[in-house]
């Protein structure tokens, strides 16, 4: 579910009055996402998708999201381009939030994740990273290691009810994460995407039938961070089974192809193992809170936070980087 806020047909008509889109031919919601209510337009100009910011994103760092796709995607990255009005700017309000009108990119996102994903998904990951580089404004990431502690106090009156002994546990994680986890003056730092789940890209068919990346979107959680970090929030999304056991094989595929973009410092490579248990752990936190501190009926989608505690209890496992595919 993601609509969370309706909009009028007549409310939207005199929004695109703003914009040199031609007229409206066509508007439905979009049933998928979490975060925003995301809307399909077709104009006589083509085809659009129009965003009203909920909640949860902070409107004083839309510009910066904004301003961050422009750079990447006048970079030859496949993003949503924010459309202007004629006015200049392209964000906006609609139905009492904020709003603004993308580029539509075309592609699929994976419902079943292949290693033949993961080539592609790598490349285009390093691609992002290196089109980043010269995008100068920072913005620190909100949901990075200072905020694991607050997240886990905010899950602790409900934690245990989700699994016994919860708690206690990441209690004793989230110490040796934060006691291992590198300096950020100690390995590259740059924009990174931060939420590269498969839902957020998308693949057509190449000449060879093989799948290309055709896009990446949502970079509503997009921040300055650790480059290495990024993968490891991709090891976690892309490289387990259902049945919860790591593919080294899409692992490999996917470092192997960022690497041949952009090759991991010594450092890097030796911070893997534990930017994955503070990937796992974020997303663990992140679902846990969802999980136990919505309303219920409240109109959030909440994902299952015990899938990224076997992911955590498995990074903890691992023996060093050459077991993640490196
Ligand atoms: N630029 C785009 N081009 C095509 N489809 C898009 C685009 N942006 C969003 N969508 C569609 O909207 C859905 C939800 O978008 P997403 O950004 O993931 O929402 P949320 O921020 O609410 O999680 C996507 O799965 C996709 O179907
Ligand atoms: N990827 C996160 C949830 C964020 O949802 P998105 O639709 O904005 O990508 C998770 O799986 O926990």
Same mark, same amino acid.
């Given at each position: 579910?993601?609509?969370?806020?309706? %909009?009028?047909?007549?409310?939207?008509?005199?929004?695109?009055?703003?914009? !040199?889109?031609?007229?409206?031919?066509?508007?439905?919601?979009?049933?998928?996402? +979490?975060?925003?209510?995301?809307?399909?337009?077709?104009?006589?100009?083509?085809?659009?998708?129009?965003?009203?910011?909920?909640?949860?994103?902070?409107?004083?760092? #839309?510009? $910066? &999201?904004?301003?961050?796709?422009?750079?990447?995607?006048?970079?030859?990255?496949?993003?949503?381009?924010? +459309?202007?009005?004629?006015?200049?700017?392209? #964000?906006?309000?609609?139905?009492?939030?904020?709003?603004?009108? /993308?580029?539509?990119?075309?592609?699929? *996102?994976?419902?079943?994740?292949?290693?033949?994903?993961?080539?592609?998904?790598?490349?285009?990951?390093?691609?992002?990273?290196?089109?980043?580089?010269? &995008?100068?404004?920072?913005?620190?990431?909100?949901? @990075?290691?200072?905020? $694991? @502690?607050?997240?886990?106090?905010? /899950?602790?009156?409900?934690?245990?009810? %989700?699994?016994? @002994?919860? +708690?206690?546990?990441?209690?004793? !994680?989230?110490? @040796?994460?934060? !006691?291992? *986890?590198?300096?950020?003056?100690?390995?590259?730092?740059?924009?990174?995407?931060?939420?590269? &789940?498969?839902?957020?890209?998308?693949?057509?068919?190449?000449?060879?039938?093989?799948? /290309? +990346? =055709?896009?990446?979107?949502?970079?509503?959680?997009?921040?300055?961070?650790?480059?290495?970090?990024?993968?490891?929030?991709?090891?976690?999304? *892309? /490289?387990?089974?259902?049945?919860? =056991?790591?593919?080294?094989?899409?692992?490999?595929?996917?470092?192997?192809?960022?690497?041949?973009?952009?090759?991991?410092?010594?450092?890097?490579?030796?911070?893997?193992?534990?930017?994955?248990?503070?990937?796992?752990?974020?997303?663990?936190?992140?679902?846990?809170?969802? *999980?136990?501190?919505?309303?219920?009926?409240?109109?959030?989608?909440?994902?299952?936070?015990?899938?990224?505690?076997?992911?955590?209890?498995?990074?903890?496992?691992?023996?060093?980087? !050459?077991?993640?595919?490196?």
């Amino acid at each position: 579910m993601a609509v969370y806020t309706e %909009v009028t047909d007549e409310a939207l008509r005199a929004f695109l009055a703003d914009y !040199a889109l031609g007229e409206l031919l066509a508007f439905r919601g979009i049933a998928e996402g +979490v975060e925003n209510s995301n809307y399909a337009l077709k104009t006589a100009a083509g085809d659009f998708i129009l965003t009203l910011y909920e909640k949860r994103v902070d409107p004083r760092e #839309l510009p $910066w &999201f904004l301003a961050l796709m422009e750079h990447l995607a006048a970079r030859g990255i496949g993003c949503p381009l924010p +459309v202007k009005a004629t006015d200049g700017l392209a #964000l906006r309000s609609l139905a009492g939030r904020p709003a603004a009108i /993308c580029t539509f990119l075309p592609g699929l *996102w994976p419902r079943r994740v292949r290693p033949e994903h993961c080539a592609p998904l790598g490349g285009a990951l390093a691609r992002l990273h290196l089109a980043g580089a010269d &995008f100068a404004e920072m913005r620190p990431n909100g949901l @990075g290691p200072e905020a $694991w @502690g607050p997240l886990l106090e905010r /899950c602790r009156p409900g934690g245990d009810a %989700v699994q016994p @002994g919860l +708690v206690a546990e990441l209690d004793a !994680a989230l110490a @040796g994460i934060l !006691a291992a *986890w590198p300096a950020t003056d100690t390995l590259p730092l740059g924009q990174i995407h931060a939420d590269l &789940f498969p839902d957020n890209v998308f693949f057509l068919d190449g000449a060879d039938g093989r799948p /290309c +990346v =055709s896009g990446l979107i949502d970079f509503y959680f997009a921040c300055t961070d650790l480059l290495a970090y990024d993968i490891a929030v991709c090891l976690n999304a *892309w /490289c387990f089974e259902a049945d919860g =056991s790591y593919n080294v094989t899409r692992a490999h595929a996917l470092l192997a192809a960022y690497q041949r973009l952009r090759p991991l410092s010594a450092a890097e490579r030796a911070a893997l193992p534990v930017l994955c248990r503070g990937a796992a752990m974020r997303f663990l936190l992140t679902r846990l809170y969802d *999980w136990t501190a919505t309303p219920a009926g409240a109109l959030v989608t909440r994902k299952d936070p015990l899938e990224y505690l076997r992911k955590l209890r498995f990074f903890a496992r691992a023996e060093g980087p !050459a077991s993640l595919g490196l």
